[in-house]
């Protein structure tokens, strides 16, 4: 019973993260190399923890369908779901050091959106905020500083913050939030804000950001 109750009140504090890496960040991460087979990689769903590392459904791009049969570094193709001339619904087990992170911590699960281009690396992560500061710091360990974080909707308007904010970053957060500016699709942009509080564009970026910034800090750090 206490065991259901602590999950209980875990559930309470759950948060989306939003983590983006750039290629030239995460250069020396055997998963980096994916993008070299194949044009866009995308997280579909998570399906089970395995002492190997998580088995999940996935998405994958390329110009020859030859390249499903290689061998993969950081993951290994079970089952392939579906498949046209140049994508493919795929079963994978994922073993690099990211996937191994969020085997090793069952406070923080690894969601869609995420994916992977030859851009770089956008994985979204919901968890409690105890597990998020795990991840963020052992993602620190694995790339340095060279990725930035993002929090979801429902991080930003936690009711806590509201003695973190000053209250004019507090009222521009919440009028973004109402208006739907970390829905998914966005649903306004900052010149929208703007024009409905009447104030400047530049004003309306700058809480915005301050205000992520701290809210960032008080969760991860």
Not at 35 to 55: A, P, Q, Y
Request: aromatic share 6%.
């Amino acid at each position: 019973m206490n065991k259901s109750a602590n999950l209980g009140d875990q559930s309470l504090d759950l948060r989306y993260m939003q983590v983006d890496v750039s290629l030239i960040s995460a250069a020396d991460l055997p998963g980096m190399t994916i993008s070299d087979t194949f044009n866009h990689t995308e997280f579909i769903t998570f399906i089970e923890r395995s002492e190997k590392g998580l088995v999940c459904l996935i998405r994958v791009e390329f110009e020859n369908p030859a390249v499903l049969e290689n061998d993969h570094t950081v993951f290994e193709i079970l089952e392939v779901k579906s498949q046209t001339a140049h994508s493919a619904l795929v079963k994978v087990l994922f073993t690099g050091p990211i996937p191994l992170l969020f085997c090793n911590d069952e406070d923080a699960w690894w969601v869609s959106p995420s994916q992977l281009n030859k851009s770089g690396m956008k994985l979204t992560i919901r968890g409690t905020i105890k597990a998020l500061r795990r991840i963020r710091e052992d993602l620190s360990k694995l790339v340095g500083n060279g990725f930035k974080v993002k929090l979801g909707e429902e991080s930003l308007k936690g009711p806590e913050f509201i003695d973190l904010l000053p209250e004019k970053q507090r009222l521009v957060l919440d009028k973004a939030i109402e208006m739907g500016y970390y829905s998914r699709p966005r649903g306004c942009t900052q010149r929208d804000i703007a024009r409905m509080m009447d104030l400047k564009q530049a004003t309306v970026s700058e809480h915005l950001q301050s205000a992520e910034a701290k809210i960032i800090d008080s969760i991860t750090n």
